[in-house]
């Protein structure tokens, strides 16, 4: 990942909740989140009971990039974990390589209370794997507790603006049983957010959290059921994914007395699929 904003604006707009969650790379300057959607029909522009259907015909997936944790540290030439003390919106954490650990078969993201501080953990694909369109797929299991802020996301590759954005998958630790399924752009200087959300009753155990990014639309997943669609408006730049534990912040608050540490935010797998073409 890389410094990690979140500004959370919440309304109420035909029976749904939009907010507002920006994180951004080390490289790249914080901005104003105040702006909101000022257009929710173009926003919200999702179908029911329906896709949105591409004007070209489709290939198969092909699975491009595969990491399960086999191994007994983390593979570099895939992921960065990232070290950095900086942060922003008022989150707590600082991102320490060493919470970030393989063992058992798995990707573990620790969130740690350490005196006066907290530290926790971040990986990311940047500078190993970009890419432009593709399927998403992480299985993986999260904690809960006051100011935990797991999340799973792509973000632009080039550095150039911190949108657009695309949560795969977001929760908070007061709330664990929503999770959050987001797109985040920027359209004539108004950052507009779009989103949906689905109720996991059991989230201490693995789920499969997934995201088809395509020309023409994305698409969310849960488990391999399809949560919701919006059409593809500017997401149309390489990006890189990036998965972390953070802690504190405006939208998740600061963790309390009832929070419970270390946390770990688990993940079992990642793949990543191209479209094949035809």
């Given at each position: 990942m890389k410094t990690k904003v979140f500004l959370m604006f919440c309304l109420v707009v035909i029976s749904s909740s939009l907010f507002v969650s920006s994180k951004m790379n080390d490289d790249q300057q914080n901005t104003n989140r105040n702006d909101v959607i000022d257009d929710i029909e173009e926003a919200y522009n999702i179908t029911n009971n329906s896709t949105i259907k591409s004007q070209e015909k489709q290939g198969e997936w092909k699975l491009v990039f595969e990491e399960d944790f086999s191994g007994t540290s983390l593979a570099t030439e895939k992921w960065e974990a990232l070290g950095r003390k900086k942060n922003f919106n008022n989150e707590l954490q600082e991102y320490r390589p060493e919470n970030a650990v393989v063992r058992d078969g798995r990707l573990f993201l620790t969130g740690r209370k350490e005196r006066d501080r907290y530290t926790s953990g971040l990986v990311q694909t940047r500078k190993k794997f970009e890419f432009l369109y593709g399927k998403v797929e992480v299985k993986a299991k999260y904690p809960s507790g006051k100011g935990l802020f797991p999340a799973i996301w792509l973000l632009r590759a080039d550095g150039k603006d911190s949108l657009p954005e695309i949560d795969i998958f977001e929760a908070i630790g007061n709330e664990p049983q929503i999770a959050y399924f987001v797109k985040h752009w920027r359209h004539n200087g108004t950052l507009r957010t779009v989103h949906d959300t689905k109720e996991i009753k059991n989230h201490q155990e693995d789920h499969v959290f997934a995201v088809e990014w395509e020309k023409e639309a994305i698409r969310w997943f849960l488990d391999g059921?399809?949560?919701?669609?919006?059409?593809?408006?500017?997401?149309?730049?390489?990006?890189?994914?990036?998965?972390?534990?953070?802690?504190?912040?405006?939208?998740?608050?600061?963790?309390?007395?009832?929070?419970?540490?270390?946390?770990?935010?688990?993940?079992?797998?990642?793949?990543?699929?191209?479209?094949?073409?035809?």
């Open positions: 059921n399809l949560i919701f669609e919006t059409r593809n408006r500017d997401a149309n730049y390489p990006m890189y994914l990036i998965m972390n534990l953070a802690i504190g912040g405006n939208w998740p608050g600061n963790p309390n007395a009832s929070t419970v540490f270390p946390a770990e935010f688990s993940i079992d797998y990642v793949k990543i699929f191209e479209r094949e073409e035809r």
